[in-house]
């Protein structure tokens, strides 16, 4: 089993940068493809950006384009988040998960406990 631990989160000011991370543990993690999700109040959960096993293959959201940069240390277990130009919508709760496969219907099996970001005005 995966656990995935998220770090990074916190408050900044629009227009600001965070990096987040994920470490993983308790599997094989060039196996898995990596995805960051956020969940806003009242909102529903939605994908922020997504990689390959091997990093070579990329998905953004069409909000973040630009703005968040996806990648990921194999060596380390770890995947990153590079949040730049910051804006108050990005307030939200940010997980990362992982899933096996990359087509669109493969499941995202794991899931971090998620961390707070949010960006004042």
């Known amino acids: 089993q995966v656990q995935l631990v998220e770090s990074g989160g916190g408050l900044v000011q629009a227009g600001g940068s965070l990096r987040l991370s994920c470490a993983a543990s308790?599997?094989?993690?060039?196996?898995?493809?990596m995805g960051w999700f956020r969940q806003a109040p009242g909102k529903e959960r939605e994908i922020v950006a997504a990689?390959?096993?091997?990093?070579?293959?990329?998905y953004y959201a069409d909000s973040v384009k630009g703005r968040f940069t996806i990648s990921r240390d194999n060596a380390k277990n770890t995947v990153y988040l590079q949040m730049n130009s910051l804006k108050p919508e990005d307030t939200a709760v940010y997980y990362c998960?992982?899933?096996?496969?990359?087509?669109?219907?493969?499941?995202?099996?794991?899931w971090g406990q998620g961390t707070q970001v949010t960006v004042s005005s």
């Open positions: 998960a992982s899933r096996l496969g990359w087509a669109v219907e493969d499941p995202y099996d794991y």
């Open positions: 308790g599997g094989t993690f060039n196996r898995y493809a």
């Open positions: 990689i390959s096993q091997t990093g070579r293959r990329t």
